[in-house]
């Protein structure tokens, strides 16, 4: 006679977690961003323990906190890549360029007419 087949174990997936707490872009503190999301008034914050320094959005039925920080993240790079106030703007360098070079380079320009 033959065994009796056992059913197998029926393994379950752990489901990975979505962070909710990120590092402040601003003053650099590990855990202080803390993002709370509303999804009934369609609303996300993030808001940094330390500083205070705080982002809201609206958001969607499928958005998560890491969703919303990256957001802010991506808002505060284009910010930054408009570029600073015109006060800090960077002056034209003023190099001295040799007088030689420049009589030299017009010789070999007249030769090569020739």
């Known amino acids: 006679m033959g065994k009796r087949k056992t059913?197998?174990?029926?393994?379950?997936?752990?489901?990975?977690?979505?962070?909710?707490?990120f590092d402040c872009p601003f003053c650099n503190h590990m855990g202080s961003i803390k993002v709370t999301i509303n999804k009934k008034a369609k609303f996300g914050?993030?808001?940094c323990s330390v500083c205070n320094v705080q982002y809201a959005t609206t958001i969607t039925a499928l958005s998560e906190p890491i969703d919303v920080f990256c957001e802010?993240?991506?808002?505060?790079e284009k910010a930054n890549k408009d570029g600073p106030p015109a006060s800090?703007?960077?002056?034209?360098s003023r190099r001295?360029?040799?007088?030689?070079?420049?009589?030299?380079?017009?010789?070999?320009?007249?030769?090569d007419e020739d």
């Open 88 to 92: 800090s703007a960077p002056r034209p």
């Open 45 to 47: 914050q993030c808001k």
């Open 72 to 76: 802010w993240i991506d808002e505060c």
């Open 7 to 21: 059913a197998k174990k029926v393994m379950k997936k752990e489901q990975q977690k979505v962070m909710s707490k």
């Open 96 to 111: 001295r360029r040799d007088a030689g070079s420049d009589e030299e380079e017009e010789e070999e320009e007249e030769e």
